[in-house]
């Protein structure tokens, strides 16, 4: 579970029979605070790689946009994979099952397919039954 800001426009590729993926970078931010003993701890930001597959992309294509606040549960993924350069990388990356926008938006037509929740926000998720 992680609750960020978004940090730039999703990236959204279409493959084979108009399946999406969406990339999108997530900034988590831990304040900072002072010690009893005067010491400043500053902010922390950690950034994360959040990954959207499906209709949850495509959702995140239509309404998610750099700066929105943003509550996602998913899994982690570790992969590696080789440079031209023959250099190893290493990446970490959040497969997002569920979503939801914390950031305001404007009033929902009334063909939208996202419901608001309890606390005001859009929830979204992937998975059995997705009315979109």
Known sequence: MLIGNVG????VRYYEQDQAV????LATTERGYTLQ??????????????????????VVEQYVHKGDKLYVEGRIRYRSYDTQKGERK?????LVENMEMLSPKSAPS???QIEP????????AEGGNLPF
Not at 90 to 94: D, H, R, S
């Open 37 to 58: 003993n005067g010491t400043q701890v500053p902010d922390r930001t950690d950034w994360h790689n959040l990954i959207f597959y499906r209709n949850l992309a495509k």
């Open 90 to 94: 290493y990446v970490t990356e959040i």
């Open 117 to 124: 929740s309890e606390s005001g926000g859009q929830t979204v």
């Open 8 to 11: 730039k426009e999703p990236d």
């Open 22 to 25: 969406a990339q999108v970078p």
């Open 110 to 112: 009334n063909n939208s």
